[in-house]
């Protein structure tokens, strides 16, 4: 099991710094010149544009800011080595000089918070209904969840979005059509909207799986020893079943993180998603760069903790 986990680790690095040069390259070589988008329309002496660009390193060559980025390159006026690997994520451009780990220290909390109650409601209500469409396969309530996933994943989210904000905020009033002002409250209709389409695709994965080991060898023997029912189901089917939805969980942690985008803009809650939609209309490359490295990061620690619970689930992984 060590030598299952350090292999793995050791595997984090290179797709660390593969992944962050991939979105760094991208942002800073497409995205035009920050500094023009910083003055946008208002002139802007040479002088000053001289000292920014040498300030940013901006006219170094692409791979030595990528250095100096992540820290593993010394900053040209102090010598010192200050950047990402040293939880350093630069200084954001198109606004007010301000520390990119600033303006993400206000909205992670929101985003974090959303994605959290979003992944509790995907994951204990998909896995419940998949796991009762399966033990009543063929019936109505089978069938129920069949239709109800299918029109969920088939219903764009803007449109759950805006569907649910009429009839449970303006027609019923029960909860709150937009902003974060009222605490837990305001969370609840856009974290379901966030949820709806992972759900669906959960209850769907987790009812297959469950379907086709309660046929194996191992749960008829369970079943012939004569083990109640519930244990056969929670301890012999699950087990197995689980391990396809703890993958799609740990995936979908990551993206429920940056993919709040349109939920975050339809509630006008100010997180993460609807931070990076802005910074990228503002061509604020670092502001952008340093949020994408750290839901980058979030994706892969996720799916590290998935590898180490693989192993626990099923032992035969961790000796391939």
Do not use: C, W
């Not at 690095?13 to 497409?30: E, H, M, N, Q």
């Not at 208002?42 to 940013?56: G, K, N």
């Not at 009543?136 to 069938?143: A, G, Q």
């Not at 060898?217 to 012999?236: E, F, N, Q, S, W």
């Amino acid at each position: 099991m060590g030598r299952y986990m350090i292999r793995r680790v050791l595997q984090f690095v290179p797709v660390l710094f593969g992944t962050t040069f991939l979105i760094f390259a991208g942002v800073f070589s497409l995205a035009g010149d920050p500094i023009r988008a910083l003055s946008g329309d208002r002139p802007i002496a040479a002088s000053a544009v001289e000292q920014l660009r040498d300030e940013y390193n901006l006219d170094d060559p692409l791979l030595v800011q990528y250095g100096k980025y992540m820290g593993v390159l010394p900053d040209d006026d102090s010598g010192e080595f200050s950047g990402l690997l040293t939880g350093d994520f630069g200084v954001t451009l198109a606004r007010s000089p301000r520390p990119v780990a600033e303006v993400m220290a206000d909205k992670i909390p929101i985003s974090a918070r959303l994605a959290i109650y979003a992944f509790i409601i995907e994951a204990i209500i998909g896995i419940f209904a998949g796991v009762l469409a399966a033990l009543r396969k063929d019936s109505f309530l089978d069938t129920l969840v069949q239709v109800s996933t299918v029109v969920v994943i088939s219903v764009p989210i803007f449109v759950l979005g805006l569907v649910a904000q009429y009839a449970f905020g303006v027609e019923l009033g029960l909860l709150p059509v937009a902003g974060i002002q009222e605490g837990f409250r305001s969370y609840i209709m856009p974290s379901f909207i966030l949820a709806a389409t992972s759900l669906a695709y959960i209850a769907r994965l987790t009812r297959t799986a469950v379907v086709e080991n309660n046929r194996a060898d191992y749960v008829r023997t369970a079943k012939a020893k004569g083990l109640p029912a519930r244990r056969v189901v929670g301890i012999h089917t699950l087990r197995n079943s689980l391990i396809p939805v703890v993958t799609f969980l740990a995936v979908d942690l990551g993206a429920l993180m940056g993919g709040a985008i349109i939920t975050e803009t339809i509630f006008n809650i100010p997180g993460v998603g609807r931070e990076v939609f802005d910074a990228v209309t503002r061509q604020d490359g670092a502001l952008v760069v340093g949020i994408v490295t750290f839901l980058i990061v979030v994706y892969m620690v996720a799916n590290l903790l998935v590898d180490f619970l693989y192993a626990v689930l099923d032992p035969r992984i961790r000796y391939e």
